[in-house]
Each structure stands twice: as C-alpha cells, then as structure tokens.
C-alpha cells in the first residue's frame, strides 16, 4: 500500500532563517505531488505541483520554492523565511488527474 | 480560474440528525471531486471521490452527490454521530491542480 511521509510535524523558526521541509511517497511510482498552505482559519492554498523528477509548477509568487530531486521526493525550501510564512503544510499525491489525492499529515510551521 | 464556494462555514446539531454539506464551484470542466475529512490539527482524510462522468460516490453513511452541469456537489451525512465533527472540505480537480473550499466546521452535539 502506499504512504506519505512529512516532516518535521512541528517547526519554530526565526524570522530571516532557512527552511526545509520534506515529503517522501511509497509505494508507487511516477506520482502527481503537491505542496499546500492552510492558513488559520482559511483553505488549503496550492504552492506548487510536480508531475515529474525535476519538474516543478508554482501556483503563486512567494518567498518559497520546491524541488523535485527524486521520483518520489518533494521539498519546500526558503532561503529566508518572513512572518507571513507562517501556517499549516501538508504535502499530497495523486498518481493520476483523475484519481483521489492522499494527504501528509502536514507540518505546523511557527514564525517567531 | 476555478473557485471553489462551501455553504455554512460552520453547522452544529444534535446527534442522530441527517445533515447536507454544500460545495459549489465556477468552472464546470473538471476531472473529479472530493471531499475530504480534517480534524484540528491534522491533515485530510479523503471520504469520497466523485469522477466528472458520476452523479453519486457512497460510503456507509455518508453520500455525495455532483451536478456538474450546475457546478454543484453535496455530502450528506446520515444519523450524525459525535465523532463526526471536524472540518470537512470538498477540492475539485482540474487538469493537474486541485481546488479547494473553504470548508465546513460540522458540531455534533450528544
């Protein structure tokens, strides 16, 4: 069967520090993955989809970026992170347009 | 570009009741719909899928239904049970996105 993994599940940086979160996928191949944002009290917010290794489609201009290194490796990354950064992260994949989208249990990102 | 509209944003009521979550959306050319399950803190749970040629997915006692044509779906959930309450959210999905609402905040009251 297949998982997805985040983490750290919890994160307290600095204002102006890096950031990097990891999602890894097993069990399949190829898949469609997905970083979101969830603001308090607001919905899911898309950042970025890839459909391939190196192949990244950003749905918004932010101070984030992601990268794709391996089939089933997805990386939210910031070089310097801004109060506005913070929220709730989940990291999603799908194996197809038409198939359902399972979710990471996300990470809480707090910026002090 | 695809808006995604969920009506309440929050639903309390007592157990045992049967209950309709609504989702509607703008752009009527999608793949699927789903909605999904998120308790405070966590991430989501999917529920339902419904593919664009579907009228109904069901579930147990949960059953969601999608118009496409009117860019209309709803999740009904029979004899509510407290460990229903959580955020449910519905996403349709274009191409290689994914569009979500809002969400509704659903109380069950024992």
């Known amino acids: 069967s297949q998982t997805i993994h985040q983490w750290p599940a919890t994160l307290v940086q600095p204002v102006g520090s890096p950031l990097s979160l990891e999602c890894t996928v097993e069990g399949t191949s190829n898949p469609n993955l997905y970083w979101y944002r969830q603001a308090a009290g607001r919905g899911l917010q898309l950042l970025f989809y890839s459909v391939g290794i190196g192949q990244i489609s950003s749905e918004v201009p932010q101070n984030l970026s992601a990268s794709r290194p391996q089939d089933r490796q997805f990386i939210l990354s910031s070089k310097k992170l801004l109060l506005s950064d913070s929220g709730f992260y989940l990291c999603a994949w799908r194996s197809q347009g038409d198939q359902p989208q399972h979710f990471g249990d996300g990470t809480r990102l707090s910026i002090l | 570009k695809q808006e995604v509209t969920q009506i309440p944003a929050a639903l309390s009521v007592p157990e045992g009741e049967n209950l309709v979550l609504n989702c509607s959306f703008t752009d009527s050319a999608i793949y699927n719909l789903q909605w999904f399950r998120q308790d405070p803190g966590k991430g989501l749970t999917s529920l339902l899928l419904?593919?664009?040629?579907?009228r109904e997915q069901t579930s147990g006692r949960l059953n969601a239904s999608l118009d496409k044509s009117s860019g209309r779906s709803t999740l009904y959930i029979a004899a509510s049970q407290p460990g229903d309450s959580a955020t449910y959210l519905c996403a349709v999905s274009s191409n290689n996105d994914m569009r979500f609402g809002a969400g509704t905040r659903l109380t069950v009251k024992p």
């Open positions: 419904i593919q664009s040629s579907q």
